[in-house]
């Protein structure tokens, strides 16, 4: 389906009863994410919120796509599966054998409509360019800050056009952009971006390079700028065969070189000089719940900006999963199966990445598996893969569990899992904002086998005992140990959570080791660790920060314990060390960032207006949860 305007899809999230129109003034810095914050972490992610009073001339829309049914909806589907299996439809149709002329006339109707979803520049101005600020001036628009240690206000959903100055080729991206003054802001494109490719090759150059930004319109413009496509693959095409309908795309005024939607709501004209010092930009606080911490940013110069006449900015906030971008994400979780199944792993059932992993960080391959080995294959290709490159952690099961039923999938994969053969430990490039990399953008990656395995990939039956687990023993032996959450055993799923105080270097590789030399331990193949303030008894939440603080090669620790009843045997556990690193205790030399919660003032504030705001039932702050878990007051944690 395609909208006509971001007004059109608002409209149609308001007959859905999926909108909120709220009327109270809501200060765009702090305030509107707060709220947000509340909404959107209730169940089912809450509904769209638009807040029409915001001392700026301009209507703020957040939210819009926080849930499961909204973000169908933007896309114009009933199910997210819609999209992969039209996908994969289209792939076997093109590929399909044409052996006579009936075959290819059969054709030519598909071909027409690949034709009508190609992006298409027309003559004129558009909707988008029919307000032109005398001068432009970003102070006039809503843009809000999100977190108190932010470094000012953030425009987090910008549509950001650039294009390769030797082959004009285009590529839309997404990358927040901290707003400095009225004409200029940061431009935070990370190196594996092709943005930053484009940007190196003005720099080559020597030439300035021209930049558009645009806010609204459709919302499948916003998904597609944020889809892991490859390079040569126009993100305009995307979003014609989203929304069934080509793109029409206009001149920008003063930036000629570049065009965008003719129905956006803003157009920010701009460049960036390649030969300008860098900008020091940040901290912002992340999708992964943590800041990430200031560096140095190309800046982005204004020359323009113009607007539809019923503009509204759109928004979003990132931080402690899940917001907003989890279902942004499951979109593409969903999209992108098909193309990585009929391109690179054909074994490919199904995928999934849980919320608590924030994308990259935990993945789950289901496979149809039929040869030994076929685990690490499918490892290799996916970490060769476009974004999955990133990917931390990824655990592959096989079609024999279910991968969507976490409590099912744990168990198989626990039965089937050796630790000391069935992890495979590695290097390579990272996401930028992984802060638990020694070195940024470069770290470990763990693979586990959860799949059934063949005679070849048995080193030795793993010996199991009739020992149970005592946390009170454990926890009386080992004053450092603040709680363990045994509750995954009593589910028949050999892993515990342990909240430890580290008080010494090695010290939870040591812990591990005389952890295993207990026979309380002799079934238990994996431990989690994370530091003392977290609280274990929280799964979720546990897991959240696990996986953020986790280098894989780097904190993971493979031990042979004996085997209490069987001399001479030995059996297989892991722990992995989940908590936050220093340079006292863990030769740690980058800063380490803190998690993200609202300020007490702002807190305050929201809890005063609620009543009146028109969201139903008081909602208390998810901050509340998370303030013990902080490490003093500012972005950065002191080491």
């Known amino acids: 389906m395609a909208y006509k305007h971001l007004k059109h899809f608002i409209d149609t999230l308001e007959k859905a009863g999926e909108l909120i129109r709220i009327k109270t003034y809501v200060d765009p810095k702090l305030e509107i994410a707060e709220i947000t914050d509340r909404v959107s972490k209730s169940p089912n992610g809450g509904k769209a919120l638009l807040f029409e009073n915001t001392g700026y001339d301009f209507p703020v829309l957040i939210n819009s796509m926080g849930s499961y049914r909204r973000m169908c909806m933007a896309l114009g589907v009933q199910e997210l599966d819609d999209v992969a299996n039209e996908i994969e439809s289209l792939v076997k149709l093109l590929s399909k054998p044409k052996e006579g002329i009936l075959d290819k006339l059969a054709m030519l109707p598909k071909l027409g409509q690949f034709a009508s979803w190609m992006p298409k520049v027309v003559s004129g101005r558009g909707a988008c360019q029919e307000v032109i600020m005398s001068e432009p001036d970003l102070s006039k628009i809503p843009v809000m800050q999100c977190w108190p240690k932010d470094g000012g206000p953030f425009i987090t959903l910008p549509v950001i056009h650039t294009k390769d100055p030797n082959t004009g080729t285009r590529n839309v991206g997404m990358y927040r952009m901290q707003v400095f003054d009225k004409t200029m802001t940061g431009m935070h494109w990370h190196k594996h971006k092709v943005s930053a490719k484009h940007f190196m090759e003005y720099k080559k150059l020597k030439k300035r390079m021209p930049v558009a930004v645009i806010l609204g319109g459709d919302p499948a413009y916003t998904y597609s700028a944020t889809a892991p496509l490859p390079e040569n693959v126009d993100e305009y095409m995307l979003a014609g065969f989203l929304r069934k309908q080509k793109v029409e795309l206009v001149k920008c005024i003063t930036q000629p070189e570049i065009e965008v939607p003719a129905d ?51 928004s979003t906030i990132v931080g402690i999963p899940p917001q907003e971008d989890a279902w942004i994400g499951k979109a593409t979780e ?48 996916m970490w060769g893969a476009g974004q999955m490159m990133f990917n931390k952690i990824l655990v592959v099961a096989d079609e024999h569990t ?72 454990v926890m ?76 894989p090669r780097r904190d993971s ?23 936050l690193k220093t340079r ?18 702002t807190i305050r504030i929201i809890d005063e207006k609620w009543a009146s705001l028109n969201l139903g039932p008081f909602i208390p702050s998810p901050s509340h949860k998370y303030k013990p878990q902080m490490y003093g007051e500012e972005a950065v944690v002191p080491q």
């Open 264 to 314: 956006a709501d803003f157009v920010i004209e701009g460049y960036v000089d390649p030969e300008e010092e860098l900008i020091w930009e940040g901290p912002f606080g992340d999708h992964t719940g943590y800041y990430s911490l200031a560096d140095w940013y190309p800046r982005f110069h204004v020359t323009a900006i113009t607007h539809r006449k019923d503009a509204i900015y759109p």
């Open 334 to 381: 969903r999209v992108f199966l098909a193309p990585i199944k009929m391109t690179m792993v054909p074994e490919m059932i199904d995928m999934e990445m849980p919320v608590e992993g924030v994308f990259h960080n935990l993945v789950i391959a289901q496979i149809k598996k039929d040869y030994p080995g076929q685990a690490q294959k499918v490892m290799n290709a």
């Open 402 to 473: 279910s991968i969507q039923n976490y409590k099912e999938l744990a168990q198989y994969v626990f039965k089937h899992l050796n630790p000391a053969t069935d992890i495979y430990l590695s290097q390579g490039p990272m996401d930028v904002l992984d802060h638990s990399c020694s070195k940024m953008g470069f770290g470990g990656k763990m693979c586990i086998d959860g799949t059934r395995k063949y005679e070849e990939e048995i080193e030795s039956a793993l010996i199991t005992t009739d020992q149970t687990f005592s946390r009170e023993n």
């Open 476 to 551: 009386k032996r080992f004053p450092e140990i603040r709680d363990i959450n045994d509750s995954l055993l009593k589910e028949n799923i050999p892993c515990i959570l342990v909240s430890v105080e580290k008080a010494r270097p090695l010290h939870i590789k040591e812990l591990t080791e005389q952890l295993y030399n207990l026979p309380d331990l002799s079934n238990v193949k994996m431990v989690l660790f994370v530091e003392h303030t977290v609280d274990v008894q929280d799964l979720p939440s546990a897991l959240w920060r696990f996986c953020n603080n986790l280098d």
């Open 557 to 579: 620790f493979i031990v042979r314990p004996a085997v209490p009843g069987h001399p001479g045997k030995v059996g297989a556990g892991i722990g992995m060390d989940g908590t």
């Open 584 to 601: 006292a205790l863990d030769n740690f030399e980058r800063d380490w960032p803190n998690i993200i919660v609202a300020d007490d003032a």
